[in-house]
């Protein structure tokens, strides 16, 4: 059995009390951009970019645990990055994430 925690490096990205209830950051980790939630006090990381059109996709509305593409309408989970709505058909990437000492860290599979 793998042990999850030694597959990432993970980075800070901000406190806890930086990311309010319905709030989301933008960030890059490396050169990819990243979106990161907070939906009823869950937080969660996915890709900044729809993988129909590579477009932006963390200024999208959300309906629940879904992010609506801005441009044409894609829905993504922002829990796992999968793609719930055509015409988008891949996973966005998506970041395990983890609160230490009430600072939220993103995961980053290591090379």
Known sequence: MTDTL???DYYEIASIDDLPNG??????????????????G???????VCTHDRGPLGDGELDE???I???HGARFD???????RLPAVMPAPSYPVRITDGRIEIGVRKA
Not at 42 to 48: K, P, R
């Open 69 to 71: 593409c801005p441009r």
């Open 23 to 40: 709030e989301r950051i933008f960030l890059e980790i490396g050169d990819q951009p990243v979106v990161v939630f907070n939906i009823a």
């Open 78 to 84: 922002v829990r796992t990055g999968k793609a719930t």
């Open 42 to 48: 869950g937080i969660f990381a996915i890709g900044d």
């Open 65 to 67: 645990y879904e992010v």
């Open 6 to 8: 030694t597959e990432y």
